[in-house]
Each structure stands twice: as C-alpha cells, then as structure tokens.
C-alpha cells in the first residue's frame, strides 16, 4: 500500500491510528504524513507558557520525531491557523489534499472520524476536505476514517468523545505488536503528555484499551459484511 495520513495537528498521528501506522511501515508499506497546521494554539502542559512561534518550532520538531519514530517516509507539515481550520474554505481544504494526492498518489488514505474523535473543529472539517477530495480524484483510492469503538471510548475517564457507531466499523487492525512504537512516537511530543498522562487512568490500563485501532471504510462505500482485520481487505 501507498498510505497518506491527513491529520490537523502534530500528535494526531501518534494519538490516533499510529499502531497502524508503524505496523504498515514496517510491513514494508510506504507511508506519508500531511498535516496541516503546527500546532501553535496548543495549551496542554507546558505550551501554556509558550508563544505561539515557539510551540509551532517546537511541535514541529516533535512531529518529525514521531513520523522518524513511526517509519513515515515522507512529512508535510502546513501553516494553516490551529484551531481555525473552519475558517478556511472547503475549496481550499480539497484543492491541498488534492495537490498532496497527486503528489504523492496514494491507493489509501487516512484521516480521522468525521465526528472529530474529540468532537475538535479542526479534525471534522480535515475529515470532510478528505473525503469530498477522494471522491472528486475516484483514482482507486481507498479512504478509511480512524475512531474510537464505543468500548473504547467509555474507558476513557472525564472526557466527551465520539465513537465510530459499531455498524460503521468495517476494518479493526491489531496493533499490539506495534503499540512501543506508538508510544515512543507519543513521548516524541513532550509539549501533550498532559494528554497521555490523562491517559494512564484508562479503565484496564492504556495498552489493554489500545490493541485494536478501529476504521470506517468511507470511500469506496463499502459491502458491509465481515469487520476485516487488515486495510488491504
Ligand atoms: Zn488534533
């Protein structure tokens, strides 16, 4: 596979589908990151006390680390304004997913639940630009929505979150074998472990909850049947 994952924010990847990630990198798969913006409105931990020009040096250095640590060949990071990504058109949302499809012409791509897994503006808009992008290119490429199951997400303490309903999950991949990887990757961003901190209260700890990332297979629609345990199913 040629894999593009699409993301708002440095940490999206590593929080979100990074067992994945690794797992197909070192599958031998080719993997790209694209991510648009860098970060700069963070205000976990120590970003609190951080001007804007330092946190995006900074969370694009962690980025960098993360992508090394993951096996990501190839990272794009944007200037977009974190945290005002619906203020940008739908225009041109599509058209930089479309110039980084053509650029790198991926047969899948990645990006998180329309419902934002944290409900985040950023995340629901860069899930639409996605997939209004992949329909308009219909070039064999494959578009997968990353979430949370809803187990998953009520282990969670103390946070709103939305879950992929279960009759949308059609891919869950097993990534316990990938998931040190996913956590060296984590701890690349040092300025959001408040976030991995937060969880550590995980109910049956963060790895037990963390073995199986979940996907929703948008385009092409798919046949529902089966939950496949592999994206290339
Ligand atoms: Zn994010």
């Known amino acids: 596979m040629r894999i593009l994952a699409i993301f708002a924010h440095p940490d999206d990847e590593s929080y979100g589908p990074g067992g994945t990630l690794a797992k197909y990198a070192r599958e ?11 970060g700069e409105a963070g ?3 120590i970003c609190k006390n951080m001007a804007p020009d330092e946190k995006a040096r900074m969370r694009r250095q962690e980025l960098l680390c993360a992508a090394r640590v993951l096996g990501i060949r190839d990272v794009q990071v944007l200037t977009y304004p974190d945290g005002q990504l619906n203020t940008i058109s739908y225009a041109e949302g599509e058209s930089v997913v479309m110039k980084e499809i053509d650029r ?6 990645i990006t998180f639940h329309d419902r934002g897994i944290s409900g985040h503006p950023d995340h629901v808009v860069v899930a639409r630009w996605c997939r209004n992008a992949v329909r308009q290119r219909d070039a ?3 578009l997968f929505y990353f979430g949370l199951s809803p187990q998953q997400a009520s282990r969670i303490p103390n946070r709103q979150l939305f879950p992929i309903p279960p009759s949308d999950i059609t891919h869950a991949i097993s990534v316990k074998e990938y998931l040190p990887f996913k956590i060296k990757a984590i701890h690349c961003h040092q300025s959001q472990l408040e976030l991995w901190q937060m969880l550590q209260s995980v109910e049956g700890g963060y790895v037990h909850n963390a073995e199986v990332e979940y996907f929703m297979q948008v385009w092409p629609p798919p046949a529902y049947g089966a939950v496949a345990v592999d994206l290339q199913e």
């Open 28 to 38: 031998g798969h080719e993997v790209f990151l694209l991510t648009f913006t860098r």
């Open 43 to 45: 205000t976990l931990g």
């Open 104 to 109: 790198v012409r991926p047969d899948t791509v």
């Open 140 to 142: 064999d490429i494959r």
